[in-house]
């Protein structure tokens, strides 16, 4: 199978992209300067308690309070292989304002704030470290019985002290026992800093935060077995040749720096397919197609047989659109990072071997997911519940956002997407032998375009000897612009125009 990673940054922020033989199996992206806050722990103060609830929330800094379940005995290690020690650590009867730590574990969703623990973990590329949970635990993917025993003895000899523990990761295997103890006092010495940073820290600081995107993904993503890893940026191209280094498993050559003067992501058809992931219709090869429906507790997905009339009988036929409708499922759901309830809507089928066979064959691709995913057995209905474990945000936060003219019931797309597209056809003008660019856009896109600076960095680099000019608009929806090149020695513009930068 042929396994592709991409690589981007521009307009302050940074892209990933995974292709598996041609289909793009999972998209990311996060702003340069905040980022991603799922790991980082803060210095947080309980704001109110909720005995009925066993829940209190926590001013941790961030926009909304963030939700701790005060019931929980430990954090979720449930997709490890592991048991808990004798050692357990009681929660502490909290009150308003008690100052405590906390790591997020789920990020903020809709109108509610992130979901933090007290269990805190510090991830390193073979180990995960738990302070204070008595866990050693080992990922199911390693699967040999004498190299599992090897590695969860020498997890256990690593431990200094009860009600500590680890998890062994995928890649520790690759790890030498001395690879492995240097981590771990590694990982250790980044909790013991963090202890002390807290003491003096006011409360809403950031105790430890968690690697960027490029990181995270080089970390615990991308295995031996990638084909390529594409990279569209320079900078970020020598920072990810660094980080192949320490990895040490993966050959420096399958590393390149996009050298084409078009936008990396179009040029590989990367771009039309994460618009397609915003986007709540899903064709299938044989014709049917998907219909994903976004709602506040749950995604709805509804398969129909579409334009496929089959050439057996009826039973047959949706039975062939069921099988290939769970394989896309299971893409659709890790692309777009789904979390939480799932319930799929499956063409009715009167065959229990038929409904078994389709049940297996999402189970088999789910099961795929670094994500860890729960289903249920088919109901008489045609009806299949599973969940997916959040990690993350999902795609849509990223491509959309609200429309204000329908009371938040439809969708627009983001800000920085309809950039993204600007740029891209701007790269496209210049790689066309225009030397200057026209846009026309909406008022308030270029507002933000001038203001947070999301093209400087294209302009005094890459485009120095090019001119780009901006027709701000009132009247044009965020979503419309136009680029047009222009080779003319004297240009015709409004008024209103303004030369970037």
Request: charged letters at 30%; one cysteine or more.
């Amino acid at each position: 199978m042929k396994k592709e990673w991409f690589f981007d940054r521009y307009c302050g922020q940074q892209f990933v992209a995974f292709m598996e033989d041609g289909k793009l199996v999972e998209f990311a992206a996060e702003e340069e300067s905040g980022g991603e806050i799922v790991g980082n722990i803060y210095k947080g103060r309980v704001m109110n308690v909720l005995s009925g609830m066993q829940a209190a929330f926590v001013a941790c800094g961030l926009e909304r309070n963030c939700y701790l379940s005060m019931g929980e005995s430990y954090t979720d290690y449930n997709k490890y292989d592991g048991t808990m020690g004798e050692t357990t650590w009681q929660q502490p009867e909290w009150k308003p304002g008690d100052e405590i730590i906390v790591q997020v574990v789920q990020p903020p969703r809709g109108n509610k704030g992130a979901k933090v623990t007290t269990h805190l973990s510090f991830v390193g590329k073979n180990l995960i470290y738990l302070p204070n949970t008595d866990f050693i635990g080992i990922s199911r993917k390693i699967t040999e019985e004498e190299l599992r025993a090897n590695l969860l003895l020498t997890a256990e000899r690593m431990r200094d002290r009860a009600g500590e523990g680890f998890i062994v990761r995928t890649q520790a295997p690759f790890a030498s026992r001395k690879e492995l103890k240097k981590e771990s006092e590694y990982l250790k010495n980044l909790w013991r800093a963090m202890l002390r940073r807290a003491k003096d820290a006011p409360v809403g600081s950031v105790l430890h935060k968690e690697e960027d995107l490029p990181a995270r993904v080089m970390r615990d993503s991308i295995g031996e077995d990638v084909t390529a890893i594409r990279v569209g940026d320079r900078s970020l191209y020598e920072r990810i040749v660094e980080l192949v280094r320490l990895r040490g498993d993966i050959s420096e050559r399958k590393v390149t720096l996009y050298a084409g003067e078009r936008s990396m992501l179009r040029e590989y058809g990367i771009s039309p397919l994460v618009y397609a992931a915003a986007q709540p219709q899903v064709m299938l090869e044989s014709g049917g197609y998907l219909v994903i429906d976004h709602t506040e507790a749950m995604t709805v997905v509804d398969v129909n047989t579409g334009s496929f009339v089959g050439d057996v009988n009826l039973e047959e036929t949706v039975f062939r659109v069921n099988l290939e409708a769970a394989r896309e499922i299971a893409r659709q759901v890790r692309l777009r990072n789904v979390g939480g309830i799932v319930v799929v809507d499956f063409i009715d089928m009167t065959d229990e071997g038929h409904k078994a066979a389709v049940t297996a064959e999402l189970t088999e691709c789910l099961s795929r997911d670094k994500a860890k995913c729960r289903i249920l057995p088919m109901s008489d209905l045609c009806l299949t519940e599973f969940t997916r474990k959040r990690v993350g945000n999902d795609v849509l936060s990223y491509l959309v956002k609200p429309c204000g003219d329908c009371t938040g019931r439809g969708y627009v797309p983001a800000d920085i997407f309809v950039v993204a597209h600007i740029r891209a056809d701007i790269l496209d003008r210049f790689a066309d032998g225009y030397k200057a660019v026209i846009v026309e856009l909406n008022e308030g896109i270029m507002q933000r375009i001038l203001k947070e600076g999301l093209l400087r960095e294209e302009v005094s680099g890459a485009w120095r000897d090019k001119q780009v000019y901006m027709v701000p608009h009132k009247t044009f929806a965020e979503k419309k612009y136009s680029v047009r090149g222009d080779n003319s020695g004297v240009l015709t513009l409004p008024d209103k125009a303004q030369l970037l930068y």
